[in-house]
């Protein structure tokens, strides 16, 4: 098969994802590794995904307390586009701002305002996704009913971003956005499974309950979904489409 910007797209989400629900640093470096070999093969129109690979490959070293290799694919991501200052302002990150090659590197990097806003919402999702399906679980807990509730996550943007940079973050956000409802899906069959089950071997089961507990969590979702939907990001009118360098480093507080 000839690989293709969209195919490529689609295999790093694949890869992307597969970091988050296997947590296999070796296994993902290697998936990631393919990506931007196959993305340099097609040009200059893939220099993004390769540089999404590449930023993704300075976070495992820099997890691994590997500064080195860290440096080399953030040099890498940055050349390529890569622009996504917030990400380098988490609390993960924030050692590596110490090093005079990143700060170079940082300082390199040039993004809108109309993109920065849409950054911050992307960072801002991502938190509130994890903050959702945490809450999701807890509710979840001791349901009787053998329904299977999803986690309803906000569109992601579709504006013609000013810079490449931001196509890198939202596929960041959608591997999040799959990966917990992997999960949650992955939980919630499991309950629904057990629930079956015992409701055929126990004659005590509690079928009332089982039925208030089914419109109770319809409810929930119901709730959940609106809001979703209510995140979706808005473009402020007016925002400015001018490059300019990224926020000054260390002047960032990472979105709670």
Same mark, same amino acid.
């Given at each position: 098969?000839?690989?293709?910007v969209?195919?490529?797209?689609?295999r790093l989400?694949?890869?992307?994802?597969?970091?988050?629900?296997e947590?296999?640093?070796?296994?993902?470096?290697?998936?990631?590794?393919?990506?931007?070999?196959?993305?340099?093969?097609?040009?200059?129109?893939?220099?993004?995904?390769?540089?999404?690979?590449?930023a993704?490959?300075?976070?495992?070293?820099?997890?691994?307390?590997?500064?080195?290799?860290?440096?080399?694919?953030?040099?890498?991501?940055?050349?390529?586009?890569?622009n996504?200052?917030?990400?380098?302002?988490?609390?993960?990150?924030?050692?590596?701002?110490?090093d005079p090659?990143?700060?170079?590197?940082?300082g390199?990097?040039?993004i $809108?305002?109309?993109?920065?806003?849409?950054l !911050?919402?992307l960072? +801002?999702?991502?938190?509130?996704m %994890?903050?959702? @399906?945490? #809450?999701a679980?807890?509710?979840?807990?001791?349901?009787?009913?053998?329904?299977?509730s999803?986690?309803?996550?906000?569109?992601?943007? $579709?504006?013609?971003?000013?810079?490449?940079? !931001?196509?890198?973050? +939202?596929?960041?956000?959608?591997? %999040?956005?799959? @990966?917990? #409802?992997?999960?949650?899906v992955?939980a919630?069959?499991?309950?629904?499974?057990?629930?079956?089950?015992?409701?055929?071997?126990?004659? $005590?089961?509690?079928?009332?309950?089982?039925r208030?507990?089914?419109?109770?969590?319809?409810?929930?979702?119901?709730?959940?979904?609106?809001?979703?939907?209510?995140?979706?990001?808005?473009?402020?009118?007016?925002?400015?489409?001018?490059?300019?360098?990224?926020?000054?480093?260390?002047?960032?507080?990472?979105?709670?």
């Amino acid at each position: 098969m000839v690989d293709t910007v969209n195919s490529l797209v689609t295999r790093l989400h694949e890869v992307l994802v597969q970091i988050l629900t296997e947590g296999s640093p070796a296994a993902g470096a290697r998936g990631l590794q393919d990506v931007i070999a196959r993305a340099a093969a097609l040009g200059p129109d893939a220099a993004w995904i390769a540089a999404s690979g590449h930023a993704s490959l300075a976070e495992l070293a820099w997890a691994q307390g590997e500064a080195e290799p860290a440096i080399h694919h953030l040099e890498a991501a940055v050349s390529g586009g890569y622009n996504d200052c917030l990400s380098l302002h988490t609390p993960l990150m924030l050692p590596l701002h110490r090093d005079p090659r990143f700060q170079a590197l940082y300082g390199l990097m040039r993004i $809108t305002q109309a993109d920065f806003d849409e950054l !911050l919402w992307l960072h +801002r999702e991502m938190r509130t996704m %994890v903050r959702e @399906a945490q #809450q999701a679980s807890v509710d979840n807990i001791g349901r009787l009913d053998t329904g299977v509730s999803l986690l309803p996550q906000a569109p992601l943007p $579709t504006r013609e971003p000013d810079t490449l940079g !931001l196509l890198i973050t +939202r596929i960041d956000v959608a591997a %999040v956005q799959t @990966a917990l #409802q992997q999960a949650a899906v992955k939980a919630e069959f499991q309950r629904s499974a057990g629930n079956t089950s015992l409701s055929l071997i126990d004659d $005590t089961w509690d079928y009332t309950r089982a039925r208030h507990d089914a419109w109770y969590a319809d409810d929930l979702d119901e709730r959940r979904l609106r809001a979703a939907e209510a995140r979706a990001f808005v473009e402020r009118p007016g925002a400015d489409t001018t490059l300019v360098p990224c926020p000054p480093l260390g002047s960032l507080t990472y979105p709670g």
